[in-house]
């Protein structure tokens, strides 16, 4: 078990394309735990590779804390593809451990397809359209360098202008292992 710093809103690699995996060995099974036990400590209920500094193309998901996913099983998304999203969008608010006590309203598709490989390297298709949906996208964003200030309407995004300054500069207390500038 081993909880990875996370990295935060202006480090360089939450901007950067994540890679795909080419083979999922003991080193990646490795990181999908470290992963879940990162994001279990920080009490969040997704996390993607670069959140902890790894350019990888996976994202992890439990949404067992969250009131009626109790019984949901733990996710893990590797080489993920959106392939396809409904044109009907609903608003909802989200937050981020790289972007911590900002809370947004963001804009999505309500339903998508997407598909990836589990932990066993079995291709696997999902298509789903409520709350899981909702984290499946930001997480998928994470994997192609957005973050959920790049989706907010621009009057928003003004407004959280000098809170992202402080996450930057680390002006921020936060309780859970966060990476040095
Ligand atoms: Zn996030």
């Known amino acids: 078990m081993a909880i990875l710093p996370i990295t935060l809103y202006g480090d360089k690699i939450l901007r950067e394309k994540s890679k795909d995996i080419l083979k999922i060995?003991?080193?990646?099974?490795?990181?999908?735990?470290?992963?879940?036990?990162?994001?279990h400590n920080a009490d969040g209920v997704g996390l993607a590779a670069n959140q902890v500094n790894l350019d990888k193309s996976i994202f992890v998901i439990d949404l067992r804390p969250v009131e009626g996913y109790e019984k949901t099983k733990p996710l893990v998304f590797i080489?993920?593809?959106?392939?396809?999203?409904?044109?009907?969008?609903?608003?909802?608010?989200?937050?981020?451990?790289?972007?911590?006590?900002?809370?947004?309203?963001?804009?999505?598709?309500?339903?998508?397809?997407?598909?990836?490989?589990?932990?066993?390297?079995?291709?696997?298709?999902?298509?789903?359209?409520?709350?899981?949906?909702?984290?499946?996208?930001?997480?998928?964003?994470?994997?192609?360098?957005?973050?959920?200030?790049d989706r907010v309407e621009p009057f928003i995004r003004k407004k959280l202008k000098k809170d992202l300054l402080d996450i930057k500069k680390r002006n921020i207390d936060v309780d859970y292992p966060v990476t040095e500038i």
């Open 25 to 39: 060995d003991d080193r990646i099974i490795k990181i999908v735990e470290d992963m879940f036990d990162t994001m």
């Open 79 to 149: 080489n993920p593809k959106i392939t396809l999203r409904s044109e009907n969008l609903v608003p909802h608010d989200e937050g981020c451990l790289s972007l911590p006590y900002i809370r947004a309203e963001v804009i999505r598709p309500e339903a998508i397809t997407i598909e990836y490989l589990d932990i066993n390297e079995n291709l696997q298709k999902l298509e789903t359209n409520d709350f899981l949906a909702r984290v499946i996208q930001h997480e998928y964003d994470h994997l192609i360098g957005k973050v959920i200030a």
